[in-house]
């Protein structure tokens, strides 16, 4: 090759590592770029006022995450599984009842708990961090009169109702184990604080909403005349629901998700106290029915196919379950008057207020044994299938209350199918012990 | 960009355009021992870019050669390098004909992977794998099957027998827990997508409602269109191209055009799949139940399963036109899979230019685009799918084991639409003969649409169904790298490298939903009384430089030291020069048989070592605290749920990896011997640490806490038995083993991966298979479990034998076997069957004894097996080893005879081959190990690790068919 050539070959050369160092310059300058991606909201854009109402969207979403939407384990079919309130019939996986939890079995070993717990959890601290989230960006005389800030403080007190009526101890925060009364104490003061809020908002709805969660916890806490006042003050008619919605199956409500045939069957009223009390009562409350289409659930349990009948209190995904109502607070005002003897009263109470306004015969009872059976079962009766009978047998069991269980409730009968000693409680899991130093592992 | 592209136009302009009068270089290359023809070797003028490529008689030109005098250079993968001087006069052709004698080692092979431009294979101080696709005779079905058992350390496993179904690729087993294990893929220098399509599934329910398999970007392309695969498997070799690459990197080249006349490729292939048969082994059982397990050789499904047909054809021209060289080729497919509903339609078109602007700079541009549409039969963990309703039995979700009311299954549509365009640019300027310069601009665009309806009136959905999910991934590449080579003295030489790579990858996905029609008819997403749409836009960023000096010594001795700086918009600090992440590397390489004291009997040897550093991004939201933004997903009440807690301080993980090993020419270079132990460990793993639920329930927090190690050693053999002009018999094979281990959890706990099944487990493999045994299997009573970690869930030994055998006739056979050993998989398949009670072809005998009313008398082990409430979840895992046949190939030469016809015809060839048409398993009792399908998703209480489908950390089996046998006649022939 000629110089020449080279030479000019060269100069071309030059040029072109200098085009080359300058592209390279250029992609250098660019990566100094900041890359956002959009969708995911970045957690300070939740302080701005315009955020409010999607932040207390997102509690009663977490909520309902906690108590009964979709499919897997979720308190709602825990609580029914091992009360009885349902029996299991299908696929112990997908949308279905844990073998385990199945046969009453709520010990630490049961990883599903882990779950449980953990939404629990989640819809506590959602609704805590919000009111801690509004305290620091609401000005403070808004902020006491805020409806926000007392739909906040609202499921704040049912999130850590949920808590204390199902796990046997508390952790809060990190925190280590207490009692599980620590949960109904930060309840009250969730509820007295939105009483305030909500009355000076003018939002009556929530009033009566905090003060019938009041009234619950308060009793739980053993103050029976704190509980009837609150409960006295509540319209009979008033109902508090968590919401759920048919938009997709992660905010279906469980219940009505678990008689769904497509595919699964998951939860039969079959071999529970409400099979043979429906046909007996027709009582609207518990309504239950066979499905045209299949005779059994998803698949065996207990080495047989259980006949599958439907349950009809919730009859579409978006139906909402009672977290508070006045029909409750009659019951809390009966348990009050059969703690305090006055047996009679309490039943004549029920018969008027509950039974016979759905048009049912009353019960009749002829001692105070008797009362607090046909008591026990109206509980169960009018909370079906709202994740509260679990609470119920251990307090009942706890304190040696006179009456006794449905027979089909009670583990001494074989045909329950559950183990001798059920748990009436949920330990707190190891995802909590694992994860948090003051909580000891199962091993100490 | 704009500015980008810009500056590679003036680049181009600047370079000077020398018009001369010229002539050409042409002749021919064989097999220096058999004096046949070589097809493919590059030719190519040291110190220009000025080559080309011999065609199927092994002639060559080269066109437009400027007079002087040059020498020729012919390699060709496995032979040993041919040089030749010529003198070019204007108007004349120089000849240079070239006799190239195979080689053991080719120590001046050129390579690219991984290296600061290129290099000769003796520079190298890493192990290397080159697929030469001109050496496979079979037909391969797609890229992975090309792949499939050509490189120890190189995994491929199959997943289903569903139509479109991609494979899980791993080099060296798997380093990462959380970000994905998939290599990274180029194809000649451009990134493409390296991890498969997202899985056809509604985005709302449960996540199996699919074909539960999904389709590989690789498979986009036409193994037809290329020339040869280069494979790097540890970050020893990886270093270079730092954040994304601790996996490794397969880099693909395609064909080239050649100067000389246009030489046209035609090949046809008719195929059929057949799925062998599995279920139980009647033979495992007494004879008077042998009829009816007989019956269930394939598990009930042969009213459903064909002898699927397939048909390809591809047609290519090569050539060029004085400084221009082009090749052209364009594939259209139809292909039919065993189940009913499934078919592929492809097709593709590629343009690969390349152009001499001067003797000293060569511009090539490479296009190819490709589209498949691929229909899919619901299937695996899918209730509303097929397999599962023909395996349930009479526990199965429609009711009915009727082979009509089953039909009804094949209502639903699963339709996926795949665009795939790849496109590269890239300018090779050599100044001189020590300088050099190369610039890729690269531009990958692979979307999808993955379609699905279950109409008005399907069995198990009566209101009907539908989504669409639109899904584009689009890569920017932008590669410079140079080099200058100079002597320091007689003895050594050093080679200054540096360069940069900038990766912008931009992911957008649309999906809509809808449910309940109004009635029976074509659906659209706005039929449905409930619509809902959903949307995900991801941009990732990378940017890094490097630096690189090669130090030779008298040609043999070869240190390698270079260092990457990495920024990536992933990293807790984003890209900045603050967060640059630096990954070093050091190599040797000693072609000790080149020393004077060693004796030519031993042969030729290479010993080598490598040490360097790769890494792996954490997730793009990772690093951020974010909100899941409800929208409508709470009746129509928008609001905010906790998403991620995010951790601003994350940085990528890092792979440091040494690797040691020797490659060896000996008796006479008739047998080749490649050896390689490595350990690499993964420090700073991103990993899942759960967060203390009562401090607000965030699930978990990526956190670089973790540390994993893999090591193992690769060994390769290939051997010349026979070696003459009549005959010759090759027989060889690769071992390779891989150990992964979780060494370090740090902060976070051991939790599961997929079907909680797998685990990730201090002390134990990435990851652990963890079961339950029965510790009293021959006591008659109930069983007594315990559970256990029983091993890898990858394979852990994998033997690659093969042979080659040419006859008198030119006729060749291959055949290729692959064992993979060693690891242990979960049969969710059997598993959700007993536990539903289904009479499972298994459990014939045992069924049989409980209807006698003799259950009492079963064994622990029969109860755990056969009965519900006996069994428990996890006890249906086995070992998984196996061996397939993956090829097995006879090619008949056809040029004589079709030359008495047309004397135009190059070569011509009938290839008749079967694939994975003989099986061993060891010890699954019903199903193929190959059969996990891709879920894409982990179940309630595992870890999501990856959410990309075919990245799946653990593999298990749900409710597919196993991939099918393949048989396939290829007909092919070049021509002028």
């Given amino acids: ?444 | 960009m704009g500015l980008l592209l810009g500056g590679l136009l003036g680049l181009v302009a600047a370079m000077p355009l020398t018009a001369q009068q010229t002539g050409q270089v042409a002749g021919t290359v064989v097999d220096a021992a058999t004096m046949r023809p070589l097809e493919g070797a590059q030719i190519v003028l040291q110190g220009t870019q000025m080559g080309a490529l011999s065609n199927a008689d092994g002639r060559y030109s080269i066109r437009g050669v400027p007079s002087g005098d040059y020498t020729v250079v012919a390699r060709l993968i496995g032979f040993g390098q041919g040089t030749a001087p010529v003198t070019v006069q204007v108007g004349q052709t120089a000849t240079a004909d070239f006799e190239l004698s195979e080689e053991a080692l080719a120590m001046e092979e050129i390579v690219v992977t991984g290296e600061a431009g290129a290099a000769r294979r003796k520079e190298v101080g890493n192990a290397i794998s080159q697929v030469d696709v001109s050496q496979i005779d079979q037909s391969p079905v797609n890229v992975e099957s090309l792949m499939q058992s050509q490189a120890p350390g190189l995994v491929i496993s199959e997943t289903a027998g569903s139509a479109g179904s991609g494979s899980t690729i791993r080099l060296r087993g798997n380093t990462s827990v959380t970000q994905g294990n998939q290599p990274l893929i180029y194809v000649d220098g451009v990134r493409i997508r390296s991890e498969a399509y997202p899985k056809n599934v509604p985005p709302v329910g449960y996540s199996g409602r699919s074909a539960n398999v999904t389709a590989s970007p690789l498979n986009d392309i036409n193994p037809a269109d290329i020339d040869r695969i280069e494979i790097i498997k540890g970050a020893a070799a990886t270093t270079l191209y730092g954040t994304e690459a601790s996996a490794g990197v397969i880099q693909i080249f395609t064909q080239r055009g050649t100067s000389a006349a246009p030489s046209y490729t035609l090949q046809l292939d008719q195929s059929m799949d057949h799925v062998l048969a599995f279920g139980p082994d009647p033979s495992d059982f007494p004879a008077e139940f042998r009829d009816e397990v007989e019956a269930k050789s394939h598990f009930g499904m042969d009213p459903w399963l064909r002898n699927s047909l397939g048909t390809k054809g591809t047609l290519s021209v090569r050539g060029g036109l004085q400084d221009l060289s082009y090749f052209f080729s364009g594939t259209a497919e139809v292909d039919q899979s065993p189940m009913p509903n499934d078919e592929t339609d492809a097709g593709g078109v590629r343009g690969n230019f390349g152009w001499d602007a001067a003797s000293n700079l060569h511009v090539q541009w490479n296009t190819s685009y490709n589209k498949r549409s691929i229909q899919q039969t619901p299937s695996g963990n899918n209730a509303h799918g097929l397999t599962l309703q023909v395996y349930r039995g009479d526990r199965n979700y429609v009711g009915s084991q009727e082979k009509a009311v089953i039909d009804s299954i094949l209502d639903y549509d699963i339709d996926n639409t795949i665009d795939h365009l790849v496109t590269g640019l890239t300018t090779q300027y050599q100044p001189t003969t020590d300088i050099s310069h190369r610039f890729t601009v690269g531009y990958d665009r692979a979307s999808t649409e993955g379609r699905q309806v279950r109409p008005f009136g399907f069995i198990l959905a009566p209101q009907g169904i539908m989504s669409n999910t639109v899904f584009t991934n689009e890569t920017l590449t932008l590669d410079y790298a140079g080099s200058f080579a100079f002597d320091l003295s007689d003895a050594f030489r050093t080679t200054l490298s540096t360069g940069g790579q900038y990766i912008i990858d931009n992911q957008r996905t649309v999906t809509g939903y809808s449910q309940d029609f109004g009635g029976p008819g074509l659906p659209t997403l706005e039929s449905g009384g409930l619509t809902l749409s959903y949307e995900d836009r991801i941009r990732e960023d990378n940017a890094g430089f490097f630096f690189q000096n090669r130090l030779g010594f008298r040609d043999r001795v070869f240190l390698t030291g270079g260092v990457r700086f990495d920024g990536n918009s992933s990293f807790g600090e984003g890209i900045t020069w603050d967060a640059l992440e630096v990954y070093p590397k050091a190599s040797l390489s000693y072609v000790i048989s080149d020393e004077d004291f060693w004796p030519d009997e031993l042969g030729s040897v290479k010993l080598r070592g490598a040490w360097g550093m790769a890494g792996r991004a954490p997730g793009a939201f990772d690093k951020v605290r974010t909100w899941d933004p409800l929208g409508g997903r709470l009746g129509q009440q928008p609001g905010f749920i906790p998403q991620n807690l995010g951790n601003p301080n994350l940085r990528p993980e890092k792979t440091q990896e040494i690797e040691l090993g020797a490659d060896m020419g000996l008796l006479n270079d008739r047998l080749s011997a490649e050896f390689t132990w490595y350990r690499a460990r993964t420090y700073d793993a991103l990993l899942p640490v759960s967060s203390v639920p009562s401090l607000g329930g965030w699930q978990n927090q990526i956190q670089n806490v973790g540390e994993l190690l893999n090591r193992g050693v690769e060994l390769s053999l290939n051997g010349q038995v026979v070696r003459n002009r009549d005959w010759q018999w090759d027989l060889g094979g690769s071992l390779s083993t891989n150990f992964a281990e979780v060494t370090d959890l740090g902060e976070a706990t051991s939790f599961a991966v997929n079907d909680a099944n797998e685990y990730i487990i201090e002390g134990h493999p990435v990851p652990v298979v963890l079961g339950w045994r029965v510790t009293n299997p021959d006591e008659v009573g109930e069983p007594i479990f315990a559970r256990d970690t029983l091993g890898a869930n990858q394979p852990q030994w994998v033997i690659q034998p093969r042979t080659r055998l040419r006859v008198p006739g030119g006729i060749v056979l291959q055949a290729l076997g692959e064992f993979q050993l060693d690891y242990y998989i979960h049969d969710g398949s059997t598993e959700n069957g007993i536990v539903r009670s289904v009479r499972w072809p298994t459990c014939i005998d045992v069924n049989a004894a409980i209807d006698a009313g003799n259950g009492d008398q079963l064994t622990a082990l029969e109860r755990a097996r056969c009965i519900e409430s006996s069994t428990r979840a996890g006890f249906f895992i086995h070992d998984a080893s196996f061996f397939k046949l993956r090829n097995l190939s006879a090619r008949l030469p056809l040029d004589g005879l079709l030359r008495n016809v047309y004397s135009g015809i190059g070569s011509a060839s009938l290839t008749l081959s079967a694939r994975n048409a003989l099986r061993w398993i060891k010890d699954m009792p019903v199903f193929d190990p190959e059969m996990a399908g891709n879920y894409g998703s982990a179940s309630e209480g595992s870890v999501n690790v990856d959410d990309e489908g075919d990245n799946n950390l653990g593999r298990s089996l749900s409710e597919h068919i196993p991939p099918p046998a393949t048989f396939t006649a290829t007909f092919r022939v070049s021509f002028q």
């Fill in chain 1, 1 to 444: 090759m000629k110089n020449e050539d080279r030479r000019s070959e060269r100069a071309g050369g030059g040029r072109a590592a200098r085009g080359l160092l300058a592209l390279l310059a250029m992609a250098v300058a660019t990566a100094g770029c900041e890359v956002t991606n959009p969708g995911p909201v970045q957690d300070q854009f939740l302080n701005d006022a315009a955020a409010r109402a999607g932040v207390v969207t997102g509690i009663k979403r977490s909520f309902s995450n906690a108590l009964a939407a979709g499919c897997g384990s979720i308190l709602g079919s825990t609580v029914a599984s091992v009360t009885r309130e349902l029996f299991p019939s299908g696929n112990p996986g997908t949308c279905g009842i844990d073998t385990r939890e199945g046969v009453g079995d709520l010990s630490v070993e049961v990883e599903e708990q882990d779950f449980e717990w953990d939404d629990a959890q989640n819809a506590r601290w959602v609704a805590e961090d919000a009111i801690t989230r509004f305290d620091t960006t609401i000005e403070a005389s808004a902020f006491e009169s805020s409806p926000f800030v007392a739909e906040a403080m609202v499921w704040a007190g049912f999130a850590n109702r949920l808590l204390g009526e199902n796990f046997c101890e508390a952790v809060v925060d990190g925190s280590g184990l207490q009692p599980r009364s620590v949960f109904f104490e930060r309840a009250e003061g969730h509820f007295t604080s939105a009483i305030g809020v909500a009355s000076a908002a003018g939002r009556t709805d929530l009033v009566n909403a905090a003060r019938a969660g009041r009234a619950s916890v308060r009793a739980w806490q053993g103050d029976w005349s704190g509980a009837v006042d609150d409960a006295q003050s509540v319209p009979v008619d008033f109902e508090f629901e968590a919401e759920f919605a048919g938009v997709s199956q992660d905010q279906y409500n469980q219940f009505y998700w678990m008689r769904a045939a497509e595919p699964y069957r998951t939860g039969s009223v079959w071999n529970t106290p409400y099979e043979q009390y429906y046909t007996d009562y027709t009582d609207p409350r518990t309504p239950w029915s066979e499905d045209p289409d299949f005779e059994f659930g998803d698949l065996a349990r207990f080495d047989m196919q259980v006949p599958f009948l439907r349950q009809e209190k919730y009859t579409s995904n978006a139906a909402g379950i009672d977290l508070a109502d006045g029909r409750e607070m009659i019951l809390i005002r009966a348990e009050a008057q059969l703690r305090a003897g006055d047996w009679q009263d309490a039943i004549d109470l029920v018969n008027d207020e509950l039974r016979a306004t759905v048009g049912v015969d009353d019960w009749s009872v002829s001692s105070e044994e008797e009362a607090w059976t046909a008591f026990r079962f109206e509980r169960g009766i009018e909370l079906w299938l709202e994740a509260r009978r679990l609470w119920d047998f251990y307090r009942w069991s706890e304190e040696g209350v006179p009456g006794q269980m449905q027979s089909l409730e009670d583990p001494s009968n074989p045909d329950t199918y559950l183990q001798s000693e059920p748990d009436y409680c949920i330990s707190v899991p190891n995802s909590e012990r694992e994860t948090n130093d003051n909580v000891p592992t199962l091993s100490g």
